[in-house]
């Protein structure tokens, strides 16, 4: 069968199956390319499912791109508290602000890719879906659905020019923005990681892996391990029961929020000495490595550096990263 024929094929699948989010219409681009913008750069290491109520919330206080290019960055971090990635909530005012500086939206993608936070994935995504534009929108699960459709069993690693060709051949020329979300819903209701639903898929008669035993075991990759680092927090409570936060520097890991202090390398030499192990540990797991941060107390009336003394009932009124409040969580069940 012809690709255009199998992008056919997709498109009458989605238009009857195709899931219905805030983001999204059917039949086209969609009219507000800011709609898109808010929902890709939401959606970059998120799930739909999570991304869904942030959205609803952020839309609702930022209605369009002069409201968030206007808005103070605190206010923007707050209404991302718990999305996690934080940097992309920053890259999204900057870019807010430079289109709003340009006085339109970049509609190619030299351009586009010029925004803050934009790589390659999300600059097809949004001009596909913002102005119908036939780019190959390949990410994880479009890699996952090409690898089978044409059995392609060497590393990821080493063949994704070799996916981004057949991802671009595929793409709809006719309707390009909706062929973008249709593949995305293949990937996520039919062609999932574990357990594909071959037999409710469009493409089955088509594809190379429907019924193998290997299936599930593609797109095959290189064994890479996370590598581990260890760090420690410091829980510093002063006598009226308010513990010592702080703010981050505005960039590197989880900037701009506010955080007990805490290293990713070792101990803190200022608390190191004074503080109290309480054997407690939380791991978290981030893009690059995996942190194993050992909580410590410490009783004190002051701290060093900027920060602020806070009750914990007040906590949620500082933007905290979801790594501070695993270690919260951790440390208020155990006390
Ligand atoms: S037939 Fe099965 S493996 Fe092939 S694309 Fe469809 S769901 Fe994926």
Known sequence: ??????SQALLDWYYKNGRDLPWRVKGGAHE???????SEFMLQQTTVKTVIPYFTKFMARFPTIFDLAQADLEEVYHYWQGLGYYSRARSLKQTAEMIVARGDFPQTEAE???LKGVGEYTAASFLALAFNQPLAVVDGNVMRIICRMYHLTQPLEDIKQDIKAKALKL???QNPADYASAIMDLGAMICTPKNPHCHDCPWQKYCASAGKSDVEHIPYRKKNEKPVRYGAVYLIKNSEGKYFIQKRMEKGLLSGLYAFPWCDNGTLQIYAKAAEDTGLEVVHVFTHFKLVLRLFVLEAESSVGNGLFVFPSAFENYPFSTLMKKVWKKFSLAE
């Open 171 to 173: 793409t709809s020329v």
């Open 1 to 6: 069968m012809k690709e255009q024929n199998l």
């Open 112 to 114: 586009v890719l010029k």
């Open 32 to 38: 507000n390319p800011y709609v898109v913008l808010v």
